[in-house]
């Protein structure tokens, strides 16, 4: 009997373990984002976000704002993760989530850090935000189409699972490659600094803008219901890498103007 229970035990462990894994596939890429931002910070900065998040990396506080979503209490902030519009529109004619979306959610975070009045609570909080805010921004599927809430409602398998085309570009792709976020960022492709300056000019919509594009390619990447296995990773894990390697660079850029 005995040892029956410590079987059970022992499954019911590793049922958790992996479920909630599962549920923190997702950081992998957020990480990314920070770890490579965290290399473009001007000193100044990294004094003041030590600072405010308490010696904790940008990496380490980069899925705070996913991990809030379990809390009820910041449900208002659920909306601010992406922005949903026609492919065949734009995001300055198409109709606003009165609720917000990642463009204006963004612009607030930065309107409370810069507030003078701001507390240094509030600042930690909406720097945590911003942080997973600007990663989520470069993951084309954030900038998606209302009816299929940015592809979650696209079935298809991964290797004969079940998943949708926002995870495979959330997480799939990224867990089949096989590295941690150090090993992605340490092996980030080589820059100059003039194609750094290139890839920090412009504004939170202009980024948008220039995501977008590439939405509308990963929209066409598939078939409904499709089993995406190699091929797909192999066609489509440069883009995705790039796109974390970017989003890092414009992060440090929004980060080193506020500080």
């Not at 997702?26 to 473009?40: E, K, L």
């Not at 890839?199 to 919509?205: F, H, P, R, S």
């Not at 594009?213 to 995705?240: A, C, D, M, P, Q």
């Amino acid at each position: 009997m005995k040892t029956k229970i410590i079987y059970l035990l022992i499954v019911l462990f590793t049922f958790s373990y992996q479920a909630n894994a599962s549920k923190k596939w997702g950081a992998t890429g957020h990480r990314v984002v920070g770890a490579i931002a965290d290399n473009h910070l001007k000193p100044k900065t990294k004094r003041k976000l030590k600072k405010l998040l308490k010696r904790k990396t940008l990496a380490f506080v980069s899925t705070y704002g996913d991990e809030i979503k379990s809390d009820k209490r910041y449900n208002e902030f659920y909306t601010w993760h992406y922005v949903n519009f026609p492919l065949d529109s734009d995001y300055g004619s198409s109709e606003k989530n009165p609720k917000g979306d990642i463009i204006s959610g963004i612009e607030y975070c930065k309107n409370i850090i810069k507030d003078k009045n701001s507390s240094d609570d509030d600042k930690a909080f909406y720097l945590k935000l911003l942080i997973h805010l600007v990663g989520d921004l470069h993951q084309p599927m954030h900038i998606g189409k209302a009816e299929d809430r940015g592809g979650n409602d696209i079935k298809l398998q991964w290797f004969y699972e079940d998943t949708n085309l926002h995870r495979v570009w959330d997480t799939e792709m990224i867990e089949e490659f096989g590295m941690g976020y150090q090993e992605l960022a340490s092996n980030a492709d080589v820059l100059t600094k003039q194609q750094i300056k290139e890839i920090q000019k412009g504004t939170t919509l202009d980024w948008v803008n220039e995501v977008r594009e590439l939405t509308k390619e990963v929209y066409g990447s598939y078939e409904e219901g499709e089993n995406l296995r190699y091929r797909y990773n192999y066609r489509h894990f440069n883009t995705l890498r790039s796109q974390l390697q970017i989003g890092g660079i414009r992060l440090a850029k929004v980060l080193n103007d506020l500080f």
